[in-house]
């Protein structure tokens, strides 16, 4: 769970940056929980209480402003990321000084605050195991377990099939990728193959029908344990709707 707080004066500044961020975090898998403040002082004051991972501040505020606020919680937090927000970039060095992590001009932009999120998740990987990161055409990729439909290994190749980046090819093993997802929705059910339950659509004879219409085979071995773990995993889901 990743702990958000947004400082911004401006309700309106500060319900488009909870609405962008509430998005993003959304959209990448990631477990969160976000407060807003309308000042510094109220910041600061509920600070040691309520500590927080990553912090959206602005820079110009009344009474004490950003990177006053920022000192303040730099004095009871060295690890906190703060990430500044202002229409100026004359701040630049002051917040260099609080040891920011990232400084975002105003008037905010979606793809600005996803790279400020996705690095925090790269610096901070501990903080949500909900996502896989690989690297692929010399490219690094986050992969939320939501958007993963099921692993494909051929030799030394695995293919992450996704519902959003399409099938990511990936040089490694499916052993490596089983042991990473610590998650109850993922099943090996093969030498070859492993699915997330979640996009099963049905089991025809011994193969389960996902909903990209892939044919994924069920090992002989231990087949009647894989059948009821799907099972039961489906009765649960139907628990939860």
């Known amino acids: 769970m990743i702990e958000v707080a947004v400082c911004e004066d401006s309700e309106i500044d500060r319900g488009m940056l909870e609405e962008i961020i ?8 990631l477990e969160y929980n976000m407060t807003p403040f309308s000042n510094g002082e109220g910041l600061v004051a509920g600070y040691k209480n309520h500590p927080f991972d990553l912090i959206f501040l602005d820079v110009m505020m009344n009474e004490i402003d950003g990177i006053e606020t920022g000192k303040l919680i730099r004095q009871m937090d060295k690890n906190v990321e703060i990430v500044y927000c202002t229409s100026s970039s004359d701040f630049a060095i002051a917040a260099y000084e609080v040891h ?21 998740v790269q610096k901070h990987p501990q903080k949500n195991q909900n996502y896989i ?40 093993k499916l052993d490596v990728f089983e042991k990473e997802l610590s ?9 070859s193959y492993l699915v997330n ?5 049905g089991l025809v004879d011994s193969d389960f029908i996902m909903i990209n219409d892939k044919m994924i085979p069920i090992r002989k071995s231990g087949r009647k344990l894989i059948v009821k773990k799907y099972e039961e995993f489906f009765k649960e889901s139907l628990k939860q709707t």
């Open 183 to 191: 998650d109850d929705r993922f099943l090996r059910c093969h030498q």
């Open 100 to 120: 920011a992590m990232g400084y975002l001009l105003k008037p905010y932009e979606p793809g600005r605050i996803g790279a400020v999120i996705d690095y925090y």
């Open 22 to 29: 509430g998005f993003l975090m959304t959209d990448r898998g």
């Open 133 to 172: 990161e690989v690297k692929s055409r010399r490219k690094s990729l986050i992969i939320p377990y939501k958007d993963i439909i099921n692993m494909e290994s051929d030799n030394k190749v695995v293919y992450i099939y996704t519902t959003t980046q399409g099938i990511v090819k990936v040089y490694n």
């Open 197 to 201: 339950m979640q996009y099963v659509a």
